[in-house]
């Protein structure tokens, strides 16, 4: 990889904290683009795997690009030595769902309290906080914890910023290294400054450094989420709307609104619900946001309850299509193709769905069988291919957009007798209307 040279003042030594989905690829990112980073989890297999230039993460690219950065990557376990060490400490911890939709801050104010101390022996030190957290927590508990711990006052001995990746998982390096643009929420103009200038030797497309406060990073991250859901959505209503009017195609319709310039084509593409470690909570949480102010947060809330009816519909109609005692084949476990994510996966939720319901059901997915079978009822069957997947049931549903699914021979899918239903959630297949043996029913159009 190109590595650029830092400019005068630039600071070289970064920290990452929390080496999982998200961090890994961050801190192999900047250490391929040429700073030295110190890698920093409280996981001690994961650091051992950094040490061994392994992955600890599934996603593409990820290995190659650590082999890249070629020793400017050091991992431990020990955050206030890698603080010490740094000029500027990257927060990638977790933030889990709360009851009420919010996010827990308990493991970035752990971390806070390890990093302040480890700050403290700087004359100034830049914290960056890229987790998702509830507006108001960055100013507000992540402050006073940094403030309390190292003794410090923010603004001035040290800077912090709000600054979350607009990435997804399967396209994480790509994302991180040519984005759209680069939110940067600042306490103070000299934080912001200090990141900007990390940021233009960090990615590699020179994108726009969009600086505010930062409240208003902290909502614009969860609006960008929930926008996207509701266009997902949006399209995924106007796919069941097709279905109800013969002729009628979702991917013509969409691609309409696409060539709007108003709307875009992105995210359009009528199908099964979304799913994932980020949608439906960023989307959750600014209904709660919402409420918590006064605002009606009905719109976010609609968004989530089409999104979990959809799902349930499918669930319904798949039901209604398999007789009793037939088996039902789910290709495809991970919430999106590249990732070996199953968390609010649609395929992992009606494999679980469909046995509870007393069928007999064989699963495949090409990264996620392993994450899945530690959620799923023992009765779903994992099959070890796509092709057995098929094989062995009567009725197949299509439920993440894999490609390799495009390869499955269709003498495979073809079978006598009783055709083979296949429900295909994305149009990935589609040479399956014209093969014996196959009753092809394409999510988004009239099934006749
Ligand atoms: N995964 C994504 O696509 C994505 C995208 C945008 C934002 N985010 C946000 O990024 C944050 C991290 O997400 P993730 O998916 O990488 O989580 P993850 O669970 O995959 O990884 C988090 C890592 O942090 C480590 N950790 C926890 N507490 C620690 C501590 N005190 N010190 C050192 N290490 C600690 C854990 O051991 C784990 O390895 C979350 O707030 C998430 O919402 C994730």
Known sequence: MDRPQPADGTPDRLCVVGLGKLGTPIAACLAARGFAVRGVDADGDKVEDIRAGRAPVYEPGLQGLLAEADGRLQATTDLEAAVADSEVTYIVVPTPSEADGGFSLRYVLEACDAIGRGMGRHAYHLVVLTSTVMPGSTRGPVRLALEAASGKTCGQDFGLCYSPEFVALGTVIRDF????????GES????????????????????????????????????????????????????RLCEAFPGADTDAVSAVLGLDSRIGG?????????????????????????????????????????????????ADRVAGLAGAGQTVGVL???????????????GTWLAGELAGRGFPVIAFDPAANGAAAAVLPASVELAPASA?????????????????????????????R??????????LVPDLAEVDGVRYLPLGRSWG
């Open 388 to 416: 057995e997947c098929v094989a062995r049931a009567d009725l197949v549903i299509v439920a993440t957009p894999w490609p390799e699914f495009r390869d499955i021979p269709s003498a495979v899918w073809g079978r006598e």
């Open 418 to 427: 009783r055709a083979r239903v296949v429900v295909d959630c994305w149009r």
């Open 266 to 314: 992105k995210y359009l593409r009528g199908a099964i619900s979304y799913g994932g470690p980020c949608f439906p909570r960023d989307n959750r949480a600014l209904a709660r946001v919402a409420e918590s102010v006064g605002v009606p947060g009905n719109l976010p809330e609609a968004t989530d309850q089409f999104n979990r009816w959809q799902l349930a519909w499918l």
């Open 332 to 346: 495809g476990l991970s919430y999106k193709p590249g990732s070996d994510v199953v968390e609010e996966a649609p």
């Open 188 to 239: 103070d103009a000299r934080a912001g400054d200090v990141l900007a200038s990390v940021e233009r030797r960090a990615r590699r497309n020179d994108p726009p450094l969009v600086r505010m406060g930062v409240e208003s990073a902290e909502l614009a991250k969860l609006a960008v989420n929930t926008f996207i859901t509701t266009k997902i959505t949006f399209a995924n209503m106007l796919a």
């Open 177 to 184: 290294l040519e984005p759209d643009f680069v939110l940067i």
